[in-house]
């Protein structure tokens, strides 16, 4: 019903910069708030950064002044500008919609960012 593609990730070295992008398409009821994840081997999958229908902004505090997370409304996409890149960002990074009324979130598949020393 409801498909996110994603785009973006890569390999790169400490210091670098990759974009993410998320295309959300199909029978979307109503968003309430996209965002990012990620998760490292061996660690819980955490929230990297979100924005809400009102255009309010969460970071994870391991990425304040490096990240920064944007949309596009019209076409349902949103986007990670990842600056200042280090090792412990390595990890797989998912799209996340989440819809409102009480219906169930979306994923994508996930995308490798790996950042290299």
């Known amino acids: 019903q409801v498909q996110l593609v994603e785009s973006g990730g890569g390999f790169v070295q400490a210091g670098g910069s990759l974009k993410l992008s998320c295309a959300a398409s199909?029978?979307?009821?109503?968003?309430?708030?996209m965002g990012w994840y990620r998760q490292a081997p061996g660690k819980q999958r955490e929230l990297v950064a979100s924005?809400?229908?009102?255009?309010?902004?969460n970071y994870a505090d391991s990425v304040k002044g490096r990240f920064t997370i944007s949309r596009d409304n019209a076409e349902n996409t949103v986007y990670l500008q990842m600056n200042s890149l280090k090792p412990e960002d390595t990890a797989v990074y998912y799209c996340?919609?989440?819809?409102?009324?009480?219906?169930?979130?979306?994923w994508g598949q996930g995308t490798q960012v790996t950042v290299s020393s």
């Open positions: 924005i809400t229908r009102g255009g309010w902004i």
């Open positions: 199909g029978s979307i009821f109503r968003i309430s708030a």
């Open positions: 996340n919609l989440d819809q409102s009324g009480g219906r169930p979130d979306y």
